[in-house]
């Protein structure tokens, strides 16, 4: 079946630190994979994607590749910003159903102190 | 374009009682889905439609009605509320494999 496992938070950083939150995947076949963020009190916003193997998904500085010998999908962002604080979700499609269905991750809670 | 759309943004319930929560998307997407988020956790498909007239199950149905008798339209529906739905619901629209497009969520409490 599919499943995402992300790093547990929270993560506390200061701002200009280099950022890194691990998320792996099980899944049939090659999915696509997304990181999505949620800032408080909103719906989430797709951050960046990433369709197949060896792609690299790229926004606002947030940088993950997918990986499928090590079925990973890490973000990395060089320097974060107090505004980068929210809650970070790697999630993966299904391809079994056609409908794209989301498989998330529990979230990883990020606050940047100045 | 007002995108995803959820109403109410919060509401309380109490046990047995029941409640509809509404979704509409104004960017003509085929693709609608309901998720459920509780605390610490991620979100958990409920339901979804991939076009007027067409739904099935996720991950969690259980509890919960849906109907899509227009593209624009998703509501959800929950017959005997019990403490277990106790979560933020979130609606979702997209297109094919591209991405999907989030609501700003309704924060249900069952008492």
């Known amino acids: 079946g599919n499943s995402v496992t992300q790093m547990e938070g929270p993560v506390t950083l200061s701002e200009e630190a280099f950022l890194t939150i691990n998320c792996t995947y099980t899944a049939t076949g090659y999915p696509s994979l997304f990181w999505y963020v949620q800032y408080p009190g909103e719906g989430l916003q797709l951050l960046l994607k990433a369709t197949k193997a060896d792609d690299k998904g790229s926004n606002k500085g947030f940088e993950a590749t997918y990986r499928k010998e090590t079925t990973s999908f890490h973000l990395e962002k060089g320097s974060v910003q107090v505004s980068d604080s929210a809650v970070y979700f790697c999630a993966l499609s299904d391809l079994e159903t056609g409908a794209n269905n989301l498989f998330f991750g529990t979230g990883t809670r990020l606050t940047v102190i100045p | 374009n007002a995108g995803v759309t959820q109403t109410p943004k919060f509401r309380i319930l109490k046990i047995g009682q029941s409640m509809t929560l509404q979704c509409t998307q104004d960017m003509n997407h085929n693709y609608m889905y309901w998720y459920r988020q509780d605390p610490g956790m991620g979100l958990k498909l409920i339901y979804y439609?991939?076009?007027?007239?067409?739904?099935d199950k996720g991950e969690v149905p259980n509890g919960y009605n849906v109907s899509r008798s227009t593209t624009e339209d998703f509501p959800l529906r929950l017959e005997l509320a019990a403490p277990s739905q106790t979560s933020v619901y979130f609606c979702?629209?997209?297109?094919?494999?591209?991405?999907?497009?989030f609501g700003p969520g309704t924060r249900l409490t069952v008492l």
């Open positions: 439609s991939v076009g007027a007239g067409i739904t």
């Open positions: 979702a629209s997209g297109q094919g494999q591209d991405t999907q497009y």
